[in-house]
């Protein structure tokens, strides 16, 4: 795990430390398996088409969970996520499988956070961000916020 | 293309609740939601490194449990699926989500989970004539602390 980061050790403004995710079939599969959506939406080809989106798409659900490895990553284990929102602004494709476990080349997602407040509360001191999925091309296709608890040096 | 007009049939289930549902968190079941995410976090992955952690057992990465995971008597799929059958459009997205995380969830707990419809609206977005749905479920462990709320938006078009 990464040096646990401080209260005292964030600015308003200041990034959250991005996390790289490649979204592929693969791991559509997996999901599905890991969560229980088995929408069709999401690996049949014709069922996608039919509603309009195209090609199936990547859960909303799986970008939600990136944004909350992408937040409970940067506070480490002393830190306590206490609220997270997301919304599914557009829709992400996945890369197709080149072997067994190796994606093809193509789009990567980063998921990325700016601190836009710090404040204490009683004993808890909280840090708010703006949190995003951004795709190949740099369009944020989910937009959230979430508000955490981080450990303070004074403490 | 107009809002969506929200029959009568779909209206009557707001502010109904669901009966409660059960949850019992399972190491396997978060191992493997944690690798389907892409999440390394050995307090999610690791049994050792998590027994001698503060928490003394595998922790669950927050929002699991949360939307989609089916559980024991409920599937949120086949919950959004009826509105389909009283009514609403067919195309089904998922719109979003709110969470608010209390207690921690790991291995070992039971959740008891409510859902409430909280409220259904037409209106007309880029997808057409749609229909909006917010669901909120209240999940609660074992030691009668409210362990997270999340709520969900739903888009039927």
């Known amino acids: 795990m990464a040096k646990q980061i401080y209260y005292e050790d964030v600015e308003v403004g200041g990034e959250v430390t991005p996390l790289q995710k490649i979204a592929t079939t693969r791991m559509l599969v997996q999901w599905a398996g890991a969560s229980g959506d088995f929408n069709p939406l999401h690996y049949e080809e014709d ?6 989106v ?6 909303g659900a799986l970008k939600r969970s990136w944004l909350v490895n992408l937040m409970t990553d940067w506070i480490g284990e002393d830190g306590k996520l206490k609220k997270l ?10 890369r197709k499988m080149k072997t067994f476990d190796e994606p093809q080349d193509g789009e990567t997602w980063w998921c990325r956070g700016k601190i836009t407040k710090k404040y204490t509360e009683g004993d808890n001191c909280l840090v708010e961000c703006e ?17 955490a608890a981080l450990p303070s040096k004074s403490k | 293309m107009a809002a969506f007009v929200v ?3 779909l209206k009557q289930l707001v502010g109904q609740a669901e009966k409660p549902f059960v949850l019992k968190v399972e190491e396997g079941a978060i191992q493997r939601y944690a690798r389907a995410v892409g999440d390394a976090n050995p307090l999610y992955n690791n049994v050792q490194y998590a027994a001698q952690s503060k928490w003394g057992r595998l922790m669950a990465p927050p929002a ?13 799929i086949k919950f959004v699926a009826r509105l389909i059958g009283l009514g609403a459009p067919a195309g089904l997205l998922d719109g979003g989500v709110d969470y608010e995380f209390y207690s921690d969830v790991g291995a070992g707990d039971t959740l008891v989970a ?6 259904i609206e037409g209106r007309e977005t880029k997808l057409g004539a749609t229909m909006i749905t917010v669901v909120e479920t209240t999940f609660t462990n074992q030691k009668g602390a409210r362990a997270f709320v999340m709520r969900n938006t739903f888009l039927n078009f």
């Open chain 2, 7 to 9: 029959p009568d049939s």
């Open chain 1, 85 to 94: 929102s997301c919304r599914y602004r557009g829709m992400d494709y996945p």
């Open chain 2, 114 to 119: 409510v859902t409430r419809v909280e409220s």
């Open chain 1, 131 to 147: 949190i995003w999925v951004e795709n190949g091309k740099g369009e944020k296709t989910t937009q959230g916020s979430a508000l």
């Open chain 1, 47 to 52: 069922f996608a088409k039919n509603l309009g």
């Open chain 2, 64 to 76: 699991f449990g949360g939307w989609p995971v089916e559980a024991e008597g409920f599937d949120m």
């Open chain 1, 54 to 59: 195209g090609h199936p798409i990547v859960h």
